[in-house]
C-alpha cells in the first residue's frame, strides 16, 4: 500500500514559482514510477509530468516542458514538481500518482495510488 500526500500549492501571479512535494509512505516506494496531474474545473484530469523509479526516465506535458521539472528523492519518499514562469492555464489542482507499471505515463488509469490533491492558483 501506498500512501500519497500533496503539499505547495498556493496563489501565485503569472511568471512566479511553485514547487509542489508528494510525501509517500508505504514500503517500495523506490520501486514506483509517478506521475502529476492536474484537473481544471469542468476538465478532464491532465498529464503533467511523469518519472520513472531511477529518476532517469522523465516525460512532460508539452506546455509544461522548459518550464516544469520532476524530480525525486527516494531517501526521503519526495517527489517534487518545480513549476517556473506559470501562467493563469496552469491554475487547476494538482494531484501526484504512483504505480508499479507504467505504460505511456500520461493516462490517469495506469496509476493505483493518488493524493487528495493541491490547488495552485495563477493569477493574470
Known amino acids: 500500500q501506498v500512501q500519497l500526500v500533496e503539499s505547495g500549492g498556493g496563489l501565485v501571479q503569472a511568471g512566479g514559482s511553485l514547487r509542489l512535494s508528494c510525501v509517500a509512505s508505504?514500503?517500495?516506494?523506490?520501486?514506483?514510477?509517478m506521475g502529476w496531474f492536474r484537473q481544471a474545473p469542468g476538465k478532464e484530469r491532465e498529464f503533467v509530468g511523469g518519472i520513472s523509479w531511477g529518476g532517469i526516465t522523465r516525460k512532460y506535458l508539452d506546455s509544461a516542458k522548459g518550464r516544469f521539472t520532476i524530480s525525486r528523492d527516494n531517501a526521503k519518499n519526495t517527489v517534487y514538481l518545480q513549476m517556473n514562469s506559470l501562467k493563469p492555464e496552469d491554475t487547476a489542482v494538482y494531484y501526484c500518482a504512483a504505480t508499479q507499471v507504467v505504460r505511456s505515463f500520461v493516462v490517469p488509469s495506469e496509476y493505483d495510488y493518488w493524493g487528495q490533491g493541491t490547488q495552485v492558483t495563477v493569477s493574470s
Open positions: 508505504g514500503r517500495t516506494f523506490s520501486h514506483y514510477a
